[in-house]
């Protein structure tokens, strides 16, 4: 899939409770750390050409860095470390994993399929590619969906929370925080 799509799905569906860049940084980091490396390496020396890289010119650290970090078995591990000690972290970072698994059925022999299981085994799943027209349409159409629903739902929950607390305002002025009505003050019941 590409790396925008990557980072929209990861943010839309890890990025709770106002995490969504973070959970979009977690979403494109798999790639960002190989292709988005050698984009940036290749750039700063001017040899840079947009595109699908060709695969005889790809250096040897960039297959090293990709079976690396697009291990299940490498992120799932990264993440019980972040879940025991950084819990609040643990969350945005599913999206890593989450990219792991959106690479698994779009990329095919071809062109770098997923080392889901690195290292433990070199298995790879023979999917389709991800840059076919119709995927391109069927996952951006996806998004557009998801991104109005969650927008929409969180309009409404704030609509909601705003008239709950209107209506505790109205009817339960303690609750509402202001101060004790004077008949209940302590000094009138001392008196
Ligand atoms: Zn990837």
């Known amino acids: 899939m590409d790396i925008l799509a990557h980072g929209l799905w990861g943010g839309l569906a890890a ?3 106002r995490r969504f860049a973070l959970a979009f940084l977690f979403g494109i980091a798999p790639d ?6 050698l984009a940036v390496i290749r750039f700063v020396q001017g040899t840079f050409e947009p ?4 695969i005889h010119t790809l250096p040897d650290w960039l297959y090293v860095s990709y079976n690396f970090s697009h291990s299940l078995i490498v992120i799932g591990a990264l993440w019980l470390v972040l879940w025991f000690f950084a ?20 990329h095919s022999q071809a062109f770098f399929p ?15 590619s991800w ?23 969180r309009h409404r929950r704030r609509q909601a929370n705003g ?14 925080g202001k101060t004790q009505p004077e008949s209940f003050s302590s000094s009138n019941i001392s008196a």
């Open 15 to 17: 990025g709770w409770k």
């Open 32 to 37: 960002m750390c190989s292709f988005g490396a």
């Open 51 to 54: 595109g699908k890289p060709s």
């Open 87 to 106: 819990r609040s972290t643990s969350i945005p970072f599913l999206a890593w994993p989450l990219h792991i698994l959106c690479d698994i059925p779009t």
């Open 114 to 128: 997923t080392p889901f299981l690195f290292p433990l085994s070199s298995y790879t799943f023979d999917g389709f």
């Open 131 to 153: 840059g076919q027209r119709w995927f391109m349409i069927t996952n951006y159409t996806g998004l557009l969906i998801v991104a109005v629903a969650w927008v929409v739902y």
């Open 163 to 176: 008239l709950h607390s209107k209506k505790i305002m109205l009817t339960d002025p303690l609750a509402a």
